[in-house]
T-cell receptor, first 109, second 114 residues
Framework: GQNIDQPTEMTATEGAIVQINCTYQTSGFNGLFWYQQHAGEAPTFLSYNVLDGLEEKGRFSSFLSRSKGYSYLLLKELQMKDSASYLCAVLDSNYQLIWGAGTKLIIKP | DADVTQTPRNRITKTGKRIMLECSQTKGHDRMYWYRQDPGLGLRLIYYSFDVKDINKGEISDGYSVSRQAQAKFSLSLESAIPNQTALYFC?????????????FGEGSRLTVL
């Protein structure tokens, strides 16, 4: 079966750095996505990785290792507004998105 | 105005009632999707449509039906609602020409079935 694992919840301090990991086992791979979802709101797109390596976009970076079935989202200079759930999703061989359950990130002052 | 609009945003209904959730979009995308989200679970695909004449079942289509009335409109129906269909429902669109899979979500419809 297809599976995406990410931690249920993480806590970090304002101004610090946090890394949210995602491991996946899917039938084929056509890219990995990270979305941010604030409580009660819609998910919004953060990043897309299809090749190995690091993609940097401002305070957020996303890394992919296809051979390890592994990705992480790195958030720097954390702000209170970064408190949200972060969803990892993989586009499989049929171009269907397989979603992880999400990681709830709590930022403390 | 939001690019992807869902109505209603909140609905409380009783077991056995028929419910329709509507979605309209102004992004000009061909592909539209209906997902449900439950606490502790990932987003699960109910139905998707790649154009007006194309309707496909997702992983959890039982108990649901859809209608793609136009490129911009995709509605989800629960013919006879049951309590375990209580969830947050999202409509989403994507631009199939890019094939990157990036989705644009509506604001969600929270459905409670008593």
């Amino acid at each position: 079966g297809q599976n995406i694992d990410q931690p249920t919840e993480m806590t970090a301090t304002e101004g610090a750095i946090v890394q949210i990991n995602c491991t996946y086992q899917t039938s084929g791979f056509n890219g990995l996505f990270w979305y941010q979802q604030h409580a009660g709101e819609a998910p919004t797109f953060l990043s897309y990785n299809v090749l190995d390596g690091l993609e940097e976009k401002g305070r957020f970076s996303s890394f992919l290792s296809r051979s390890k079935g592994y990705s992480y989202l790195l958030l720097k200079e954390l702000q209170m507004k970064d408190s949200a759930s972060y969803l990892c999703a993989v586009l499989d061989s049929n171009y269907q998105l397989i979603w992880g359950a999400g990681t709830k990130l709590i930022i403390k002052p | 105005d939001a690019d992807v609009t869902q109505t209603p945003r909140n609905r409380i209904t009783k077991t056995g009632k028929r419910i329709m959730l509507e979605c309209s979009q102004t992004k000009g995308h061909d592909r539209m999707y209906w997902y449900r989200q439950d606490p502790g679970l990932g987003l699960r695909l109910i139905y998707y449509s790649f154009d007006v004449k194309d309707i496909n079942k997702g992983e959890i289509s039982d108990g649901y039906s859809v209608s793609r009335q136009a490129q911009a409109k995709f509605s989800l129906s629960l013919e006879s609602a049951i309590p375990n269909q209580t969830a947050l429902y999202f409509c989403a669109t994507s631009d199939g020409r890019r094939d990157t899979g990036e989705l644009f979500f509506g604001e969600g419809s929270r459905l409670t079935v008593l």
